[in-house]
């Protein structure tokens, strides 16, 4: 089974790696991170590097495509060759996949039309603006092929529910206690529900998505 995993510069690191610390243990998976142009892209923030081993045009019929999200999203939102990829990738995957806010680029591409989806909390409004998507603001949403993630960390819980439909409970299962999956954070924070009234809202205030 071939994975693609599409990077970019600025793209949330954990977008890409969550779905590939869960995947890359399926059965006969093999994962590859792929890019307009091949190398290393920078994410942010920080220095990390990720390094896209091929081209797009070198895996035109990936079984499973995830597409991450992150700052760099902005600059991949006009039609293109990536957008030209993704469309025609789509038509034979047996899934098609985003985290965080690469299911804005995935409706840029129009591939989110007449769609359940979600994305990270902050751009629900933005994805709300593509015509025909019906936004979701749940953690995980699969409507058909499509599965799209809410932020960052969502990528993990989509992934092993992804692995479950794949290849069945057990294996899923076995994967997340593989990778001792078994989130206890320190605050009752992760979500604009249940975080303080003044955290949310000090995260607004810095978000690229803020009025």
């Known amino acids: 089974m ?15 790696v969550g779905p590939y610390e869960v995947l890359s243990r399926l059965p006969g998976a093999t994962i590859t991170f792929v890019a307009e142009v091949a190398g290393p892209k920078r994410t942010d923030p920080g220095p990390l590097a990720l390094t896209a081993d091929a081209t797009l045009t070198e895996l035109e019929h990936p079984e499973i495509l995830i597409v991450p999200g992150g700052p760099g ?80 960390t969502a990528g993990i819980d989509m992934a092993l529910a992804l692995a479950a439909k794949v290849a069945g409970d057990q294996v899923a299962q076995a994967i997340q206690l593989g990778i001792e999956y078994d989130p206890q954070p320190p605050f009752d924070a992760g979500s604009p529900r249940t975080a303080p009234a003044e955290i949310v809202e000090a995260v607004r205030a810095y978000s690229r998505f803020a009025a």
Do not use: Y
């Not at 129009?110 to 593509?130: H, P, V, Y």
């Open 2 to 16: 071939d994975i693609a995993i599409l990077i970019f510069d600025r793209l949330a690191a954990l977008d890409a």
């Open 73 to 152: 999203q902005v600059a991949l939102m006009d039609d293109g060759p990536m957008h030209d990829w993704l469309r025609a990738a789509h038509e034979t995957s047996e899934w098609t996949c985003s985290v965080c806010t690469g299911s804005l680029i995935l409706a840029a591409a129009g591939l989110l039309e007449g769609k359940r989806a979600t994305s990270n909390w902050q751009a629900l409004e933005a994805l709300g603006s593509f015509g025909g998507v019906e936004v979701v603001p749940e953690r995980v949403v699969f409507d058909g092929k499509l599965a799209t993630a809410a932020g960052v």
